[in-house]
């Protein structure tokens, strides 16, 4: 190689070089850079994103082309940054994804309305007091304006993105009853330093109130003992006033009466009762225990009403002796129906705790109906609703065992019978009425007459019950 093309060769390496050193100094030392996380960046509608918190690291001064994200709306976006570094700017993008999955806001302007009967209460009534933030209301009830008592109005708004918020208020359809006191208060006993609670002392409802308003004045004072009298007043949301006193009286201790009635044997009270289209039956739970099914057959018992187990919060738990109770009275031939002991409150749980009762009977077949046993009425105010809220659950109850194929019965003493329950001249009473002779006028189809009985092959007080064909 001559020295003139050796030289060319060094100049033309040389330029190499430099270039190399130019594009490295201006990779690493003076090209504006912008990194951003690396991650698909999903971000809220309506919310305020700064365009500068996305950045992760840059060389350069950055000027976004906007200082917030654009979240208006659902979809896909860029935004542009721009970086400067020294005399030289660049353009960066970055992507990211717009949604929306907050639900929309209702506001009620109340949660309870008052109407008289006969008013109507139209869609446009119900926009009027339901506010919301985004999307459509759509609404559904089943007020009735014909008849007094508290219908629910359920709200629903959707927003375009699928998001869902419910909420319900209370229409309350006048009347001119006042509220009912079941228990006054008035006897009660407290032990000196016991602390003093008046929800133990009264129970009270109404027939179209679901919450009437308790307000009392006077003072207990369980530490010294005494007798003290407070005055109590319900009111509902019409308008209708109860008021009464009662005495409470705080002792030094409590007596106790621990005495048993007499057992009632089952051969007498068959002929205490004895007449035409009459059967002589029993009703059966836990508490009868372990029960000798052919010695019961024997002493003359027609059939048993036998409790499958209490319903709460829409959920069946099984008596404890209902397996057994079942499989023995069958075998023994003796007829058989059930009841359920319910605390529930709203149509939902009913549903849901009655379709678990028919899953577990699914197939049997019972000679007697499926009864409805609702009675916690020492404590019916902690219910929050009204007696014809109540009356609904029956009807509910009724429905769901019905389209399964059996019949339904609805459980009652005298008192509540006359007091809460409705209709009970087109719906099948089991009457519950303790004396020898009741005086209850309304028809039934079941009189449980005993509490006390007695009957071969049970140790234990048994209710006893006449079926009147």
Known sequence: MTEKRKKILTVLICNLLLLIAVALIWNY??????????????????????????????????TPERRLLYTDEVGEYDIQYE?????????????????????????????????????????EDMRSNTLVNEGELSFDTDYDPAFPGSYTVFVTATDPSGNRTDARYE??????????????????????????????????????????VLVTRGEVNTSEVGKYTVHASLTDVSGNKTEWDFTVEVVEEIETDDTQPPFYPFSSFREDHAGEGRHYGIDISRWQGDIDFNRVKNAGVEFVIMRIGYSEEGELFLDK??????????AAGVPVGLYVFSYESTEEEVRASTQML???IEGMDLELPIVFDWENFSHFQQYGISFQQLNHLYDVFEEEV?????????????????????????RPVWLAHFTSQTNYEGQYKIWQASATGQVPGIDAYVDMNILYD
């Open 29 to 62: 030392f003076l090209k504006p850079v912008i990194l951003f996380p690396d991650e698909d960046f999903v971000l809220e509608m309506g919310w305020e994103y700064p365009a500068e918190d996305f950045i992760k690291e840059t060389n350069g001064k950055v």
């Open 83 to 123: 970086v400067k570094r020294f005399l030289v700017t660049r353009t960066y993008s970055m992507h990211y994804t717009v949604v929306d999955t907050t639900p929309p806001e209702i506001t009620l302007l109340t949660d309870r309305i008052a109407l008289d009967v006969g008013t109507p209460y139209t869609e």
């Open 171 to 212: 229409i309350i359809v006048g009347d001119t009853e006042a509220p009912l006191v079941f228990r006054s208060g008035n006897g009660a006993q407290y032990e000196i330093g016991e602390e003093f609670n008046i929800s133990r002392l009264l129970s009270y409802g109404d027939n179209a109130d679901p919450a009437p």
């Open 321 to 330: 002796y209902y397996e057994q109770n079942i499989e023995r009275a069958k």
């Open 358 to 360: 028919l899953k577990q």
């Open 402 to 426: 019905t389209a399964a194929g059996y019949d339904s019965m609805l459980y009652g003493s005298k008192y509540y019978l006359q007091a809460v329950w409705a209709h009970t001249d087109t």
